[in-house]
């Protein structure tokens, strides 16, 4: 475990901050945990029922700097969205 001291406020290209994000340990973190996150989330979305049309999947995708774990539909008709307001897939995930 890393602990970090900050001493300044300042934020940006070039500081502490921005250098420790961007750093191997933090970024293999963060993707084991959006992997961990998705794989939760399949198995959420697997195990419901059925009460839809379409193909709705969990997916994780690679930003500048964080991972992100979103529910999509095949034919984006907007069902994603009521399926995690109905069954909340990804809120349960983490």
Same mark, same amino acid.
């Given at each position: 475990?890393?602990? %970090?001291?900050?001493?300044? *406020?300042? =934020? &940006? /290209?070039?500081?502490?901050?921005? %250098? !420790?994000? #961007?750093? =191997? /340990?933090?970024? *293999?973190?963060?993707?084991?945990?959006?992997?961990?996150?998705?794989?939760? *989330?399949? !198995?959420?979305?697997?195990?419901? /029922?059925?009460?839809? =049309?379409? @193909?709705? $999947?969990?997916? %994780?995708?690679?930003?500048?700097? @964080?991972? #992100?774990? =979103?529910?999509?539909?095949?034919? @984006?008709? &907007?069902? *994603?969205? &009521?399926?995690?307001?109905? $069954?909340?897939?990804?809120r349960r995930?983490?």
């Amino acid at each position: 475990m890393v602990s %970090i001291e900050w001493w300044y *406020a300042k =934020t &940006g /290209p070039g500081q502490v901050g921005e %250098i !420790a994000s #961007y750093s =191997t /340990p933090v970024q *293999a973190k963060l993707k084991s945990e959006a992997y961990r996150i998705g794989r939760n *989330a399949s !198995a959420i979305l697997n195990s419901e /029922p059925k009460k839809r =049309t379409g @193909d709705s $999947f969990v997916m %994780i995708e690679k930003g500048d700097l @964080d991972y #992100y774990v =979103t529910l999509n539909d095949v034919e @984006d008709k &907007g069902g *994603a969205a &009521g399926i995690e307001m109905h $069954f909340g897939v990804l809120r349960r995930s983490v």
